[in-house]
């Protein structure tokens, strides 16, 4: 018995409303987020994530992997569509739109389900504002396996289209949670691990293998870097060496070369 339903206008409002996860607005009213691509949704549904939606494209290549997707997504109450490759494009906002796009349901990780003994090492973004650095580094975390990425201030949503296709996919893998300034400061007063911030001003080399137990890696806006209040409560301020005269580095490399330093001691060559 097939579950899928089949639509083919774009007025139909189950598409106007997965339409609207294109904006901040739809995305925190439902709770939800647009993946694309099988691979990715596929990743998705395999670590438990919920799939309120599987839109396939009418000209889709059917096989075991897309019936994978079809039952995981009946299996969490979804409802699977099939839509003319017109309407996908519509959707993706974009020409040549995957086959497959997925209406995944948000997950965050409260500041208060962070042990403040550890262990692990965090990356803490500070005013982070754009989604492609923030996609990036969600990916390097799960390369290095970064134990949760922490957005603190006013930074772009990690759950945006520019953000999940940075991502590669690696927003299901890795843990996100969203704090003001205060509320990150007053948990950060129970810390108990290292607090090292990525910083200009600072003078030491980015030597973080040796630490043992939590790490906080703290890294700065885009443009006005690392606030005041964030840097006073890094017990050190690491500068990572450039040539003479060069201004600073994008944050997403930065970022991966903090994280690459703090966890290589425990990562082993891809096959
Ligand atoms: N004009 C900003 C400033 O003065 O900090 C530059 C910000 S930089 C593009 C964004 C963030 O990346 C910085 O706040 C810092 O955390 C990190 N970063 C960039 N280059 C770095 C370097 N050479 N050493 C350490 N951190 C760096």
Redesign the pocket.
């Given at each position: 018995m097939t579950t899928d339903f089949e639509i083919t206008s774009a007025a139909n409002p189950e598409i106007k409303s997965i339409r609207a996860l294109n904006t901040k607005k739809g995305r925190s009213e439902q709770g939800a987020f647009l993946s694309e691509g099988l691979r990715h949704v596929l990743e998705a549904a395999r670590v438990g994530w919920t799939i309120r939606r599987l839109l396939i494209s009418k000209t889709a290549r059917q096989g075991p992997l897309l019936e994978e997707a079809r039952t995981a997504c009946v299996a969490s109450g979804g409802r699977v569509l099939v839509v003319p490759p017109a309407l996908m494009e519509r959707v993706a906002k974009r020409d040549n739109a995957q086959s497959v796009i997925a209406v995944i349901e948000q997950r965050r990780r409260a500041l208060t389900d962070i042990p403040g003994d550890g262990p692990g090492v965090f990356l803490v973004l500070e005013d982070v504002r754009d989604p492609g650095n923030l996609g990036s580094i969600l990916r390097t975390a799960d390369a290095f396996g970064i134990s949760g990425v922490l957005l603190v201030g006013t930074c772009c949503d990690p759950f945006s289209v520019e953000a999940v296709r940075a991502s590669m996919g690696s927003v299901v893998n890795v843990p996100v949670t969203e704090a003001d300034r205060d509320g990150f400061l007053a948990w950060h007063a129970g810390w108990r691990g290292a607090t090292v911030?990525?910083?200009?001003k600072?003078t030491d080399l980015p030597r973080l293998r040796d630490l043992t137990g939590g790490v906080l890696i703290?890294?700065?806006?885009?443009?006005?870097?690392?606030s005041a209040p964030l840097s006073d409560i890094c017990e050190t301020l690491?500068?990572?060496?450039?040539r003479a005269g060069s201004?600073?580095?994008?944050?997403a490399?930065?970022?991966a070369i903090?994280a690459y330093e703090a966890t290589a001691a425990g990562l082993t060559a891809p096959e």
């Open positions: 911030g990525a910083h200009l600072g703290l890294m700065g806006n885009e443009q006005a870097g690392l690491v500068r990572i060496p450039m201004d600073s580095l994008n944050l490399a930065a970022a903090m």
